[in-house]
């Protein structure tokens, strides 16, 4: 965490280029509509997209090519809440017994934002020609992602789960459902955690290959 930067978009996109190519370039993450009026009707597709945020993820696992990781900046915060969370994954295998640990070791699922914004009660609504107009919503296939990662650098595993992944090969849809609920609640737990209460100014720059992270809830009549 790097507080008191107050980033330009111009000088955030530089910074993040410094670990790679960019998937997008700094974009809000905002109640605050392109009109400028803040959006807090729960109806709203930026509201939903918002909210489904709320749930443990890594971020882009139902993309092509899952983002190494990400940089995060604060230029309006609300009074209180909207706290980010992170848990750590390596930990979250560590962690797990000896027999979860043989279980889950060739395991794999599909992840899509289709699957997570749904089961939440967040899909957008559809355009004339049935289909979304927002990021992540794309019509490729699904990608097939191990429940155990190696990190290209260290080689060490971590869990790759998150409110993304669902349908586990082998598995009823219903038991691979559960299991990886389960193994969602256990891994972001205790001292694997870290909720960082935003300052105007702050920077934050993690790995996303071996974190996962999440919003929390604020009051979205403030932007």
Same mark, same amino acid.
């Given at each position: 965490?790097?507080?008191?930067?107050?980033?330009?978009?111009?000088?955030?996109?530089?910074?993040?280029?410094?670990?790679?190519?960019?998937?997008?370039?700094?974009?809000?993450?905002?109640?605050?509509?392109?009109?400028?009026?803040?959006?807090?009707?729960?109806?709203?597709?930026?509201?939903?997209?918002?909210?489904?945020?709320?749930?443990?993820?890594?971020?882009?696992?139902?993309?092509?090519?899952?983002?190494?990781?990400?940089?995060?900046?604060?230029?309006?915060?609300?009074?209180?809440?909207?706290?980010?969370?992170?848990? #750590?994954?390596? +930990?979250?295998?560590?962690? =797990? @017994?000896?027999?979860?640990?043989?279980?889950?070791?060739?395991? $794999?699922? /599909?992840?899509?934002?289709?699957?997570?914004?749904?089961?939440?009660?967040?899909?957008?609504?559809?355009?004339?020609?049935?289909?979304?107009?927002?990021?992540?919503?794309?019509?490729?296939?699904?990608?097939?992602?191990?429940?155990?990662?190696?990190?290209?650098?260290?080689?060490?595993?971590?869990?790759?789960?998150?409110?993304?992944?669902?349908?586990?090969?082998?598995? #009823?849809?219903? +038991?691979?459902?559960?299991? =990886? @609920?389960?193994?969602?609640?256990?891994?972001?737990?205790?001292? $694997?955690? /870290?909720?960082?209460?935003?300052?105007?100014?702050?920077?934050?720059?993690?790995?996303?290959?071996?974190?996962?992270?999440?919003?929390?809830?604020?009051?979205?009549?403030?932007?």
């Amino acid at each position: 965490m790097l507080p008191g930067q107050f980033l330009t978009q111009d000088e955030q996109n530089a910074f993040a280029q410094r670990f790679g190519d960019l998937e997008f370039a700094a974009t809000p993450i905002s109640n605050i509509a392109p009109d400028g009026k803040v959006r807090s009707n729960p109806d709203s597709d930026l509201v939903k997209s918002l909210r489904g945020n709320d749930g443990w993820h890594h971020d882009s696992t139902y993309m092509p090519v899952q983002a190494k990781g990400a940089v995060f900046s604060a230029e309006i915060i609300p009074s209180e809440g909207a706290a980010t969370g992170w848990a #750590d994954m390596r +930990e979250a295998y560590d962690d =797990l @017994d000896d027999a979860t640990r043989e279980r889950i070791a060739d395991l $794999r699922a /599909y992840h899509s934002l289709y699957y997570s914004q749904g089961r939440s009660g967040y899909l957008p609504r559809t355009r004339d020609d049935g289909s979304y107009g927002m990021y992540g919503y794309h019509d490729l296939d699904s990608p097939l992602r191990p429940l155990v990662n190696y990190h290209p650098v260290t080689g060490r595993p971590n869990l790759l789960i998150g409110r993304h992944a669902h349908d586990i090969i082998g598995m #009823d849809p219903a +038991e691979s459902e559960a299991f =990886l @609920d389960e193994l969602n609640e256990n891994a972001c737990q205790g001292n $694997r955690v /870290y909720y960082h209460e935003w300052t105007v100014g702050d920077t934050v720059v993690w790995d996303n290959r071996c974190l996962m992270h999440r919003a929390t809830p604020f009051d979205m009549t403030e932007p």
